[in-house]
Every structure is written in structure tokens, then in C-alpha cells.
């Protein structure tokens, strides 16, 4: 039978079938839509799953950098207590910082972690309450702990030999206070109360505390003010003196106490420092102690309360008084004294927790505005970036306009790179970080190397706030382990040496950083035998690195250490020995556009000077010209400039080489060590550098000026040319490369060995 055709649309769609055709195919999109309907909910479920498990990993991670952070801490407190083991506050901290651990990795399914932290946080609960004496037995054993802890962090799979082999040790050192097992032990998760007392340690808390002496309190020799001082002396204290039940003059018994006080406390003192303050008077008198306020409640704190509020908190008045008089738009704290339900000691009171509720948050949003926040390296790496392509960028702009009649052009230029000097200063101190964030892993290091090689050692630090780029203070981490491995097996002496040697049993190694113009200077300075200049001559000799009528100075023969392979050492120890290490320095902070210098006295001691810039990112250069290609050198660098004349040329019989103001210096002619086509000037200019007290010269077509350079890395092709440090980009686009000044410096010295 014939079907009549129609026009339909469905959701947007045109249909132009027969009926029968159209319902078939309605059906089918039905289907379509059901299939893709539920291929969209699987993919918003893996979506979700997704965006929940990067949560997950992100937390992990911040629970992670926020542990490696609890346990540099607890390391640098067990460093301390070796000097002073009977400090209380120490203790505490190192038992917070393991609470802390324990209740942050219950959180994200670290179970080992927190096991393993809660035995060792059982002893020192012990410790803090007196049981137990803090021996250096059980401050290495928590070094151990400290170590397993962080592998741990890194790897939940970590091997569990060590953390066994740590319980036992403890359980044979206390045995008598613990349970023995506690590896079987379950998993303890901290309580809440817990958890907020030893959340963060040395946290700021604000208490309400109320003081209700006993009418007979003078009876005893008790004096209340003496009290109140005390709470004075614990932090910042308001205090409040309730009188409205002194009687009048003709009934006033003078034994009698009839004052009671209110005072807001805001301290660092635990809760218990606070109680041990009425200790004497507790049972007597009624004192109530409530916090208000903490670091960790801060966002559940109401700091904004009124009056009526506060009172009706502290029971001073009820809420179906209050209500009376919230209709009336009076002052309330009038109000409620003139009707006799409040007296005026308690308005009084009430406002001075009102005002220091709201001090405090002033001072907390003020506190939370300047506070530092978390950023991932990679993301400050590129800012750092970014920074540097704006700088080339505001360099262009800046050419561009001083080429320009255009006014506006010119001015907007120098608003742009005044504002990108100020950016590029900023983005540079964020990068900066102090040196003492290095100085406890060495501290650690010193330790354990003195007890192993069983000499006494002290390490002095000094200049702890001393500022240096975050990747210098990374990669600085190696040659300082090296240098100070060194000065303790090979500088400082046993305790019987140095006692027959009228020296002190202990020796010392100081770790000093200061600033020295662009530079920052890291000494390593030991008090022990110095170098052996006969000992390190006869070695060089005989591994063939001077021949045996070679004329050196003691500087330049202590300078041989630094060869690889070269060791004095007669046995290959755990330590040293086996000719790495000195050599391994030289190249690492080279490579860090630094310098190492060395100063030893026998029988006193030596010293290790490491030079580096203070940052590897951003430097101020001098821009040379020699044909068409561009130089840079780095400013911090350069002494002086000077003229080179046909005339000086030939006075020196084509040597290259210069007097200035009597002293000959060797020159560098750039055109011919970089093959650079083109004739040379008649008149050329000399760059005169300075590096470890040497000097060299650079001879160039013209002297360009000063350079704000940002430094580009050449890439792994160009790996093995030493005599460049890294390329910038100018102006105009064109490549300019950064001079390496050290390494120059070394290969006209071994062209003057070799001519000789």
C-alpha cells in the first residue's frame, strides 16, 4: 500500500521519509543517543576519577615536601641535643615534628611511615615527661629513623630490614617502658585533640582565662598579682579586674579576696604552662582556661563577635535577656549595666576580648598577606624564562626606539625597560635562597664522619643569611660533601696527635659564606695538619704531572690536589683514597662560572675559597665587537680597557703580550682564535680581566658597552667547547657568546708550558 510521504523535524533534524521509515529510524537515533549518553558518563566518570587521583597525587606530593621539611628539622634538633641534651624545648620539638609526620601520613595512606614514626615518637614522650634521659644512643638511633624515614617518603615499598633492625634496637635500649613487637603493631591515628595540640609547632593560641580566687586566699601567703605577672611574662596579655563584689569600706574583712579577674592571653606557651601558673591555687579557687583562638582554628575563629555574644559565651548573662535589648539601637554594653544584668567589670572585660579578637585578626590578615605559598621549581624556572625573553624583547624595543623620532616611542621604551629591570630584579630574589638552608645536611655530615673516622669535630657556620641562586645552592651540594670529607680525613688529626701537638682534643671545621660584589665566597677552613707541600711534590712527580726540576711555589704545588686521580693518601679507606673528589670540585664549580682558590699552612690548617656568581640566570656584561660577531664578557670580570697601537705591537716583536703601569700581561687576539674574517682596526682595544688574582687581556675591534645579559645554555652538540660558557640573544636578533674567562685563562697557560 502506497504511504504518503511527510515533512517532519525531530531535535533539529529533517525527515523526509515514509512514516514507517521515519519511526525506524526515530528508534535508531533513540538507541544512538542512549549508547552515546552512556559512553559520555563513562567518560565523565573516568574524567572525575581522573581529576581525583591527580588531587590525590598532588596532596601526596605537598605531604611529601611538607615531611622532607618536619625531618630536616627533627635532624637539626638532634644535632643540637648532642650539646645539650637536657633541653626541654628541644625535645618537644623533635617530638612535634614526628607527631606531625605520623598524623599527616595517616592521611594518605603512608601506614608504614606512621607506625615506624609512632615508635619513635613513644620514646619521646617518655623522654618529655622524665621517664627516659636523652642519651646519644638514642639521638643516633633517631638519626637512623630520620634517614629510613625518608626513603620511606620516597618509596612506601622501602625495604623493612632497617626500621626492624632500628624497633629492636630501641626495644633493647628501653625495653622497660615499651612493648616488645611494636612492629606488629596496628597503625595508631592521632586523636583530635592530639592533632591540634602538636600540629604545628611553637603555634600561637589566644586564651580566655578567668580567675575566680577563694575568699581566703591571702590566708595562706598567696598574692594574685604575682600570678597575673607571670601570665604577663608568657605573651601578649590583657587583663581585666572584676570589683563589683568588694563590699563597702565599714564590712571589707582585710584577709579576705574579693577581686576576680579575666584576662585574653595570646601565647606560644602550651596549655599546661598555663595551668602549672594556678598549680598552687587550683583547688581553692575556680580558674577556667579556654582557647579562643589558634594558628590552626584561624579559619574556624568568629573574630568578629559582639558584645552580647561574648557575654552569653562566658555565662556572664543569658540569651533571653540579651534578646530584650537587641531591639534597641543603643550601645549594648550600656544598656545591659544600667539595667543590672551585667556589671560594668564585665562589659569591661567583654570588650577588651572583643578588642584583642580583633587585633588579632588584623595582625593574622596582615600576617597571611606577606606569608610565603608553595611553588613547584619547574614553574619558577619558568618565570625565570619568561623574564629573560622579556628582557631580550625590552632590548629590541629599546633599539628600536632610540632609532626613532618618534618621542612617544622613545618614552613608553624607557617605561618598559625601567619596569622590566624591576621585574627581572624581583623574579631574581625569588630564586635566591640562604645558605643555612645547606648548612644542617653538613652538620649531619661532620657527625657522622667524626665517629666513623672516631675523631671529636665541631662544625662553625657562618654567614647563614647569605643569599645565593637556588640552582648554585643545588649544584654546590657535591663539592662542598668533597671538600669537607677531605678536611676531615685528611686535616684534622686524631685526638692523641693533636694533644701531643699542644692543640685542643677537638677540631674544627668552619663552613662561612659572605658576599664579595657579584660574587659570593664560600669558605671551608679547617684547623688541622695543612698540606704537606714535600708529600704532594713527590706524588705529582711520580704520577708524571711536573718533572722533577720543575720551579713551583707552595701555592701552585697545593693547586696539584686538584688533579684527577691525585691522592696522598697511602690506604684506600671508606673515605677517601682513591684519587676522586678534588678534581670532581674543580670541575663543578667551574662549570658554575666560579673559581676555587687554596691556602694551607702546615701544621695549622687549610683553606678552600670557592668564588660563584650570584646567579646563573641573568648577568651584567660587557659587549665586545670583533668584525661581525659579538662577544660578552662578564662585568664582575673586567678590570679596564685599553689601547692597542701598531707601535705597542711592534715594541713587543708580535708578542702577545702588554705592559700596564709595569706589570706584563698576556693578551688574547679573539680575531684570531675564532678565525673571524675581516681586517682589524689600525687602533684595536684591550679588555683587561682579572680571575683568581691573574690577569689576561682580550684584544677587540671596539668596546660596545655594558650588556644586561640573559644567559642561554648552548646545546649537548656543543658540549666539549670549554672556552664558551653560554650564548644571549641581542637586540637585532643575532647571537652574541659569553667568554669563558677561566678557561681562557687556562689555555694560554698551557701554551706558555707548551712553548717552554
Given at each position: 500500500m502506497y504511504q504518503k510521504s511527510s515533512y517532519l523535524i525531530v531535535d533539529g533534524r529533517s525527515y523526509n521519509f515514509t512514516i514507517s521509515k521515519f519511526l525506524v529510524q526515530v528508534k535508531t537515533d533513540i538507541v544512538a543517543a542512549e549508547m552515546e549518553n552512556k559512553k559520555e558518563t563513562k567518560r565523565k566518570g573516568r574524567s572525575q576519577e581522573d581529576r581525583n587521583a591527580n588531587v590525590y597525587r598532588e596532596n601526596v606530593a605537598i605531604f611529601q615536601e611538607e615531611a622532607r621539611e618536619r625531618l630536616n628539622e627533627l635532624e637539626a634538633v638532634m644535632l643540637e641535643l648532642e650539646s645539650r641534651p637536657d633541653d626541654s624545648d628541644l625535645?618537644?620539638?623533635?617530638?612535634?615534628?614526628?607527631?606531625?609526620?605520623?598524623?599527616?601520613?595517616?592521611?594518605?595512606?603512608?601506614?608504614?611511615?606512621?607506625?615506624?614514626?609512632?615508635?619513635?615518637?613513644?620514646?619521646?614522650?617518655?623522654?618529655?615527661?622524665?621517664?627516659?634521659?636523652?642519651?646519644?644512643?638514642?639521638?643516633?638511633?633517631?638519626?637512623?629513623?630520620?634517614?629510613?624515614?625518608?626513603?620511606?617518603?620516597?618509596?612506601?615499598?622501602?625495604?623493612?630490614?632497617?626500621?626492624?633492625?632500628?624497633?629492636?634496637?630501641?626495644?633493647?635500649?628501653?625495653?622497660?617502658?615499651?612493648?616488645?613487637?611494636?612492629?606488629?603493631?596496628?597503625?595508631?591515628?592521632?586523636?583530635?585533640?592530639?592533632?591540634?595540640?602538636?600540629?604545628?609547632?611553637?603555634?600561637?593560641?589566644?586564651?580566655?582565662?578567668?580567675?575566680?580566687?577563694?575568699?581566703?586566699?591571702?590566708?595562706?601567703?598567696?598574692?594574685?598579682?604575682?600570678?597575673?605577672?607571670?601570665?604577663?611574662?608568657?605573651?601578649?596579655?590583657?587583663?581585666?579586674?572584676?570589683?563589683?563584689?568588694?563590699p563597702d569600706l565599714d564590712e571589707i574583712d582585710p584577709e579576705s579576696c574579693y577581686t576576680s579577674w579575666d584576662a585574653i592571653l595570646t601565647t606560644r606557651h602550651p596549655?599546661?604552662?598555663?595551668?602549672?601558673?594556678?598549680?598552687?591555687?587550683?583547688?581553692?579557687?575556680?580558674?577556667?582556661?579556654?582557647?579562643?583562638?589558634?594558628?590552626?582554628?584561624?579559619?574556624?575563629?568568629?573574630?568578629?563577635?559582639?558584645?552580647?555574644?561574648?557575654?552569653?559565651?562566658?555565662?556572664?548573662?543569658?540569651?533571653?535577656?540579651?534578646?530584650?535589648?537587641?531591639?534597641?539601637?543603643?550601645?549594648?554594653?550600656?544598656?545591659?549595666?544600667?539595667?543590672?544584668?551585667?556589671?560594668?567589670?564585665?562589659?569591661?572585660?567583654?570588650?577588651?576580648?572583643?578588642?584583642?579578637?580583633?587585633?588579632?585578626?588584623?595582625?593574622?590578615?596582615?600576617?597571611?598577606?606577606?606569608?610565603?605559598?608553595?611553588?613547584?621549581?619547574?614553574?619558577?624556572?619558568?618565570?625565570?624564562?619568561?623574564?629573560?625573553?622579556?628582557?631580550?624583547?625590552?632590548?629590541?624595543?629599546?633599539?628600536?626606539?632610540?632609532?626613532?623620532?618618534?618621542?612617544?616611542?622613545?618614552?613608553?621604551?624607557?617605561?618598559i625597560e625601567r619596569l622590566t629591570a624591576e621585574l627581572r630584579d624581583n623574579t631574581m630574589s625569588v630564586r635566591m635562597l640562604n645558605f643555612d638552608t645547606t648548612f644542617n645536611k653538613f652538620k649531619r655530615l661532620v657527625r657522622d664522619l667524626s665517629h666513623e673516622l672516631n675523631r671529636e669535630v665541631i662544625l662553625k657556620t657562618v654567614g647563614g643569611d647569605t643569599e645565593l641562586d637556588k640552582k648554585v645552592i643545588e649544584q654546590l651540594n657535591d663539592p662542598l660533601v668533597h671538600i669537607i670529607r677531605n678536611s676531615l680525613d685528611h686535616g684534622i688529626e686524631s685526638v692523641e696527635d693533636r694533644m701531643a701537638m699542644g692543640k685542643s682534643k677537638e677540631g674544627t671545621i668552619e663552613l662561612s659564606a659572605s658576599y664579595s660584589g657579584a660574587h659570593v665566597l664560600i669558605l671551608?677552613?679547617?684547623?688541622?695538619?695543612?698540606?704537606?707541600?714535600?708529600?704532594?711534590r713527590s706524588k705529582a712527580i711520580e704520577r708524571g704531572l711536573i718533572s722533577a726540576d720543575a720551579k713551583l711555589t707552595d701555592h701552585e704545588i697545593h693547586f696539584l690536589i686538584f688533579e684527577a686521580g691525585f691522592t696522598t693518601a697511602k690506604t684506600v679507606t671508606n673515605v677517601s683514597g682513591r684519587g676522586v673528589g678534588m678534581d670532581v670540585v674543580k670541575k663543578a664549580i667551574e662549570a658554575l662560572r666560579g673559581s676555587v682558590d687554596i691556602k694551607s699552612i702546615k701544621g695549622e690548617g687549610t683553606s678552600i675559597t670557592l668564588k660563584l656568581p650570584l646567579t646563573l640566570a641573568i648577568i651584567d656584561g660587557l659587549l665586545i665587537n670583533v668584525g661581525s660577531e659579538h662577544f660578552v664578557i662578564p662585568l664582575s670580570s673586567v678590570k679596564e680597557c685599553i689601547e692597542l697601537t701598531p707601535e705597542d705591537v711592534a715594541a713587543r716583536h708580535g708578542r702577545h703580550l702588554t705592559n700596564i703601569r709595569g706589570k706584563i700581561i698576556p693578551y688574547i687576539r679573539l680575531r684570531e682564535q675564532y678565525h673571524i674574517d675581516g681586517e682589524a682596526p689600525e687602533i684595536e682595544q684591550i679588555v683587561i680581566t682579572e680571575i683568581e688574582n691573574q690577569q689576561i687581556g682580550f684584544v677587540v675591534d671596539h668596546v660596545i658597552g655594558q650588556h644586561q645579559t640573559v644567559i642561554k645554555h648552548l646545546s649537548e652538540v656543543y658540549k666539549k667547547v670549554e672556552l664558551i660558557s653560554g650564548a644571549t640573544i641581542m637586540a637585532d636578533g643575532t647571537v652574541a657568546l659569553i667568554l669563558d674567562i677561566n678557561k681562557h685563562l687556562q689555555y694560554v697557560e698551557k701554551e706558555s708550558l707548551e712553548q717552554v
Open positions: 625535645v618537644n620539638r623533635a617530638f612535634r615534628a614526628m607527631h606531625t609526620i605520623k598524623g599527616s601520613g595517616a592521611m594518605f595512606g603512608f601506614d608504614d611511615i606512621v607506625s615506624f614514626t609512632h615508635d619513635i615518637e613513644s620514646i619521646y614522650d617518655l623522654v618529655r615527661e622524665g621517664q627516659i634521659e636523652m642519651t646519644p644512643e638514642l639521638i643516633a638511633l633517631t638519626l637512623q629513623a630520620h634517614d629510613q624515614i625518608h626513603k620511606m617518603l620516597g618509596n612506601q615499598d622501602a625495604e623493612t630490614e632497617a626500621e626492624n633492625s632500628i624497633r629492636e634496637a630501641l626495644s633493647r635500649a628501653f625495653q622497660s617502658f615499651l612493648f616488645v613487637g611494636a612492629a606488629e603493631e596496628q597503625t595508631v591515628e592521632p586523636t583530635a585533640a592530639e592533632s591540634t595540640q602538636f600540629e604545628e609547632p611553637n603555634e600561637t593560641r589566644t586564651y580566655r582565662i578567668r580567675f575566680f580566687p577563694a575568699t581566703d586566699l591571702f590566708a595562706d601567703g598567696t598574692n594574685p598579682i604575682i600570678l597575673l605577672n607571670e601570665l604577663k611574662e608568657m605573651g601578649d596579655c590583657q587583663i581585666t579586674a572584676n570589683t563589683e563584689k568588694i596549655l599546661n604552662f598555663i595551668e602549672d601558673v594556678f598549680i598552687f591555687v587550683d583547688d581553692s579557687s575556680d580558674v577556667t582556661i579556654e582557647m579562643i583562638e589558634s594558628d590552626h582554628a584561624f579559619e574556624t575563629v568568629a573574630f568578629d563577635k559582639k558584645i552580647g555574644e561574648i557575654l552569653v559565651e562566658r555565662g556572664d548573662i543569658n540569651e533571653k535577656d540579651l534578646e530584650g535589648f537587641l531591639k534597641n539601637q543603643e550601645p549594648i554594653g550600656e544598656k545591659l549595666a544600667a539595667a543590672g544584668i551585667a556589671s560594668v567589670p564585665q562589659i569591661q572585660s567583654a570588650l577588651a576580648e572583643q578588642k584583642a579578637l580583633r587585633q588579632l585578626k588584623e595582625s593574622k590578615e596582615q600576617r597571611d598577606t606577606l606569608s610565603s605559598i608553595r611553588v613547584p621549581s619547574d614553574k619558577l624556572d619558568k618565570l625565570v624564562d619568561l623574564v629573560g625573553e622579556l628582557v631580550t624583547g625590552q632590548a629590541r624595543l629599546t633599539q628600536i626606539a632610540n632609532t626613532s623620532d618618534n618621542i612617544s616611542l622613545v618614552s613608553i621604551a624607557e617605561e671551608v677552613r679547617d684547623d688541622g695538619i695543612g698540606l704537606d707541600t714535600d708529600t704532594i
